[in-house]
DNA sequence: ACAGGCATGTAAGTCGTTACATGATTAG
DNA sequence: CTAATCATGTAACGACTTACATGCCTGT
């Protein structure tokens, strides 16, 4: 019997599925593009790693089949332990994993480049940010009914997260490249 | 003959390794130390990587052994091809992989519990944000000489960017708690 | 008819975490 | 002398990405 005792507390995608299909049932293809738009400015899982992971959950008894349609299309909902679990996950693990950004990670060896190079990457990140910034923005200010119910209010405060983040880190960039320029005088 | 062209573009780990042994010679312990204090707001890694990680590394000439200390120390420093390399990778790879912040995933399904609940766990999200953010302006403000020199000023730059996006995530959190407490009202 | 999007899955390989395992040096 | 910290590694497992593979509907 060497019956290891399971997954003792990471394991964000099951509870990301599993708190989808608390709210209602989904498919996997529905799954992946709600990961890729929704919960995608913090978490993303492509179909690949979506369809097994529906396969152990229900195996598990968290989730079972809802219904199917047309081209082999399989809807899952949660069972009860499932929705039991959603909420063990949110009141008793406290995640606390590492932020990983990693277009960020190459900001600490800029320094290596010629200060107008550096400058220019910058602006790449600013742009990237700017970019994403404007997205959120436009979905925040658009024809959403974000009060309709409680679900449709969380998304809405989970887009303010994102919004305030890429416009910190908009804000940053424009402060980066001028204390690049700062930073090369002094030195000079 | 069966020789694969190798990682095309993502691998951060190996870079930020590279971009440290490009300006002086780290040991795997020291290396570790780096990542857990100084990049480890934006990348994490733990030595049980990093060791593999050096051994791939020299042998594929971008890095060469520096020297021995006592204990077993190792230190390792790049290559001219492992300084070239960490160029081109600055230069020419656009990461721009997804980010990735487990705890505010949660945040996307507080609402199928309590209002109270809700504001209760926003507010430890919040204290978890505060606290990184009381360390990092402790830092930037401490003792550093961060114009010393261009590196050093570079992680001032990169700090930055951890203040204002913590910054940006405790203002979300206090915001976030009125709404939950607005949104009960309206619905109620 | 055919293109585009819907829909599901598997395989191979890399990345990342946790646990295992060991030992040397230094400070108190 | 003994605890803490320095220091390096391996193993097992789980997570994640990319590529492979297939086929069905619907709108034009």
């Avoid at 940010?129 to 997205?135: D, T, Y």
């Amino acid at each position: 019997m060497s019956r290891v005792v399971r997954n003792s507390l990471p394991v964000s995608l099951r509870h990301g599925i599993l708190g989808l299909l608390a709210s209602r049932p989904l498919s996997g293809y529905d799954l992946t593009r709600e990961f890729d738009l929704t919960l995608g400015h913090v978490w993303s899982a492509g179909h690949s790693q979506i369809y097994p992971e529906l396969g152990r959950l229900a195996a598990e008894g968290l989730i079972e089949p809802f219904d199917s349609g047309p081209r082999g299309r399989k809807r899952y909902a949660a069972t009860k332990a499932g929705r039991a679990e959603v909420l063990r996950w949110l009141r008793e693990d406290d995640p606390g994993r590492e932020l990983r950004v990693e277009s960020l990670l190459q900001g600490f060896f800029y320094w290596m480049l010629e200060p107008a190079e550096q400058i220019a990457l910058i602006a790449r990140e600013r742009a990237r940010h700017a970019s994403k910034l404007a997205g959120y923005e436009a979905l925040a200010t658009g024809d959403i009914d974000w009060m309709a119910n409680a679900e449709q209010h969380a998304q809405r405060i989970m887009l303010e997260a994102g919004i305030r983040y890429e416009r910190g880190l908009v804000e940053w960039a424009d402060w980066a490249a001028a204390e690049v320029g700062r930073g090369a005088e002094v030195r000079s």
